[in-house]
Structure formats: structure tokens, C-alpha cells
């Protein structure tokens, strides 16, 4: 099975991400939409594992990770992967507590790793994916509204995570949660 870990949102960052989604998707860009339910906050991309992997991989993250402390962010700006003129993959920011973020997800990382799981090398870059780009339809005024950013934010509180199975479906994927991890702040 397709596995991620990462946080839930709140349903006032669900609100809020859907405002920004329909103001962008008014540029008429070709832009694929992530549907607002199923945006999270991603810590680590698992890929394949197995049903046996998943028990063993939340008793390394409940020791690892489960005693950090919760903590809050802030859902706010817009930007683009690789940059706003030229996006492929269209996001929204994140302020607040971002180096308790980075230290949870070292966590996670670590976690992962003792259980099998490849390390990723990449830095870590915290946002929420709203939509990655498909074609080069009305990308112009996409970019502006991009560069222009939203007023739009809303406050997220940390206070746990979950280890999600993916299934790709036709209308796009399905998230399971199989397990969660609490903060426990111990």
C-alpha cells in the first residue's frame, strides 16, 4: 500500500485554503485542484509499504515523536514550486512555530528510518499543495495572483499526526488513516 505521514487540518484551514482555491481558480489557469478535504501537512512520503510495516513504524514514531509538545502555525501566503513565473505546483505558507515543524519532522525522519523506510535528503519545505499545474493555459494571471499573495490565514495547533494510506482512484486519491500519533508534550 501507498503510504504518507502527515497532520490533519483544522476545519478553519480547510475554510480558509477553500477561499484561496476559488479565488485562484478565477484565472481560468489549467490547474488540477487539490480537493480541500484531503489537504494535509506532509512530513515524510513513505511510498510502498506493507500492512505489517505500519504497526511497528507507529510504535518507533509514538517513542520518537510522540512526546514533542504541541505547537501552533499559521496558514499564510501563496506561492509556486519552482517559482511563481513559471509554477508547476501551487501552494499556500505556513508561519508560526515552524522550527518545532522542522524538529517534529526530523522525528518522523528518524523514525522512519530505523523502520526501513529510504531517508529523504531533500530539505524540508513546509506547505500545503492547493494544485499542481497542468498545462500553460492563463498562466500569466495565475502568477499575478500568486505574487500578490491573499490576506486569507487561519491558525492551525499541532497537536498530532497521522500515518495515511493513499489509493490513487479516477478522480483522484483516496486517504485512509491508519494510525495516529498524539503530542504528547512528555
Known sequence: MRTFI????????????GRMQRTLRETGADVRWVAV??????LKFLGEADSLTIPALARELR????????????VRGLGAF???????VVWCGLEGETGALELLQRRVEAA???CGFTPDNRPFRPHLTLGRVRGKRNLSPLADCIK???E???????????IYESTLKPQGAVYT???TIPLTGA
Open 148 to 150: 500578490m499573495g491573499s
Open 37 to 42: 478535504p484531503s489537504i494535509h501537512l506532509t
Open 63 to 74: 517513542a520518537e515523536a510522540g512526546p514533542a509538545p504541541s505547537f501552533r502555525l499559521r
Open 112 to 114: 522512519s528510518e530505523r
Open 82 to 88: 519552482p517559482h511563481p513565473g513559471s509554477p508547476r
Open 152 to 162: 486569507l490565514e487561519a491558525p492551525l495547533r499541532v497537536d498530532r499526526f497521522h
Open 177 to 179: 488513516v491508519l494510525e
Open 6 to 17: 502527515a497532520i490533519p487540518l483544522s476545519a478553519e484551514c480547510r475554510d480558509t485554503l
